[in-house]
């Protein structure tokens, strides 16, 4: 059994339980139960992750959860998300959602972006919408463009060439004028991609840096393409007081700075790009 830890709400404690799960794959056990009875608080970024981590695993090893055993205030935000309607349906092991979906539910769309699934270019342009609906009103509309640029950048990396579905999900904390954003695709990763643009690196953490360089885009030729460095910029604009991104890509955690892009962890190998962001605005 799987013990999910109690919070959810950093890059650390989501290596830690996928480096778990993943672990776990070599059990001689025939299925995986995981258990959520103890987490009491997640933000998008734990939510995202979570979802990926248990997709990735189901197609090893069948995965059992008992939700009735998980705490309501963490059923319904994981509700409230979008969770369930991604999680294949032998995850739910019979479980009845009719309660949670015939639930009055308060609109959060001005303030959170659910989970939301990126296969297609109209995804990609149906998050510019809820983008603006969360942010035009509240911010100003160089914030807004910021955060669209920001998010779409990785979007249409996910699109062209992660070779898998990614998810976003972004949620907007009035009281302390703080945007918590998850992107996340469980493809072949930035540095397994980027290193076949420059053979002759070998480091990650190099090819990496190559990746977020002006012009070093591999999507540089495709029509709007603006590049991870133009993402990076718009990240720590001067109307951001205070910006943190971890990215977890390949077998490494990396925090990009404003001016660096910095190795803050090696970790084991599991499938994904995983961004999180936490962004003050000033």
């Not at 981590?53 to 009735?68: Q, R, T």
């Not at 705490?71 to 309660?99: Q, T, V």
């Not at 718009?234 to 205070?242: E, G, R, V, W």
């Amino acid at each position: 059994m799987i013990l999910i830890p109690e919070k959810l709400d950093n890059i650390f404690v989501i290596d830690n339980m996928n480096s778990e799960l993943f672990g776990e794959m070599h059990s001689i056990n025939e299925n995986i139960v995981v258990d959520l009875s103890s987490t009491s608080f997640t933000y998008p970024f734990g939510m995202v992750s979570l979802l990926v981590g248990l997709e990735n695993l189901n197609k090893l090893k069948p995965v059992i959860i008992d939700f009735n055993k998980t705490p309501n205030a963490l059923l319904s935000y994981i509700e409230r998300m979008n969770f369930f309607n991604f999680l294949p349906d032998e995850i739910l092991n019979g479980y009845d959602l009719n309660y949670l979906r015939n639930r009055k539910r308060n609109n959060l769309s001005e303030v959170l972006l659910e989970i939301t699934p990126i296969t297609q270019t109209e995804d990609v342009y149906n998050l510019t919408d809820c983008i603006y609906k969360i942010f035009s009103n509240k911010v100003s509309s160089r914030v807004t463009n910021n955060i669209m640029n920001i998010v779409t950048e990785l979007a249409n990396n996910i699109l062209d060439h992660s070779e898998s579905t990614g998810y976003v999900a972004i949620q907007f904390y009035k009281k302390s004028n703080t945007i918590r954003m998850a992107i996340i695709d469980d493809g072949i990763g930035i540095i397994n991609k980027f290193k076949t643009e420059v053979t002759h690196i070998h480091e990650p953490l190099r090819i990496l840096k190559k990746a977020f360089k002006l012009g070093n885009s591999t999507r540089e030729n495709i029509p709007g393409g603006k590049g991870l460095k133009n993402m990076w910029a718009n990240s720590y604009d001067p109307i951001f007081s205070d910006t943190t991104i971890f990215l977890k890509t390949g077998e490494n955690i990396y925090k990009i700075k404003e001016d660096n892009i910095v190795l803050e962890k090696k970790t084991s190998k599991y499938k994904g790009t995983f961004y999180d962001f936490t962004i003050k605005i000033a």
